[in-house]
C-alpha cells in the first residue's frame, strides 16, 4: 500500500534523525551526564531502539515470506508508537488487530507481539474455510508502564482516540478498494482491552464486527449497547 511505503521511508528518515540527535546529546554531556541529562539520553535511546525494532520486525518477511506492511509510524509523543500488519490488509478476508496493555511499548515488545499475531493468524486461518487473514499488532498508542500508571484511565482514552481513527481508517481504505469490505476483528488484552473497548464506541457504524476482550481490567463501557 501506499502507506505502507510512505511509512517505511518515514521509518528511515526517523532513525537516522534520532541517531544523529543521540549522538549529539551525548558529546554535549560527556561522560557524566547530570541525571536530567541522563534521562534525557535515556529517553532518545529508547526512541532509537523503538525504531530500530520496526525495522527489525518488517525484515521479518524476508525470513518467513509473510508480508510486513508498516500501517502507522508516529514520533512525534514522547515514545515512538506503530501499527505492523502481518499479511496484507488491503485483500484479506478477514483482518484481526490485536491492542496490548500493559507493558507494552514499541522499544521493548513489538517483535514478540509480532509472534503474538502470528500465532492468532494461524489459529484463525482453520477456521477461515480457505478465506486469507491478516493480523496487525497494534502498538499506536502509549500504554501504561507500571500498576500506578493503570489506574489512570486517560491512557485508555487518548488511545481510544487513535484507535478508532486507525479502524475507522482502515475501514475505508478496504471500502475504497477493489477488494470491497473485510471482516474486522478486535482483540484487547489487559488494559488494551480497555482502550479497545472505548474505541469502539467512536468508531463508525459497521467498521468492527467482533471484539474479543481478555485478562481485562474493564470493558471501558458500562453496557453491550454502547
Known sequence: T???????????????????KLERLKKRYGPHPSRRERQELELVQERVTALHNVKETIKREDQDHVPRQL???????KHVTAAVARGNVDTADHIGVLVPGLNTNVATNLGLYDEYAG??????????????VAMV???????????????????????????????????????????????ISVA???????TAGIALTKVNPGVVDDLIQFGSPGAGVHDVSE
Open 188 to 194: 484487547g488484552h489487559s488494559y488494551g482491552s480497555t
Open 2 to 20: 501506499s502507506r505502507n511505503q510512505a511509512n517505511r521511508i518515514y521509518l528511515e528518515d526517523a532513525t537516522k534523525r534520532e541517531e544523529k
Open 71 to 77: 500501517l502507522s509510524l508516529d514520533t512525534s509523543g
Open 119 to 132: 500465532v492468532m493468524a494461524e489459529a484463525a486461518k482453520k477456521y477461515a474455510k480457505g478465506e486469507s
Open 137 to 183: 499488532e497494534y502498538l499506536g498508542y502509549e500504554a501504561p508502564q507500571d500498576i500506578a500508571e493503570v489506574t489512570n484511565i486517560s491512557y485508555a482514552e487518548n488511545g481510544a482516540k487513535n484507535l478508532s481513527g486507525f479502524l475507522n481508517g482502515l475501514d475505508a481504505s478496504r471500502k475504497a478498494g477493489p477488494a470491497g469490505d473485510a471482516h
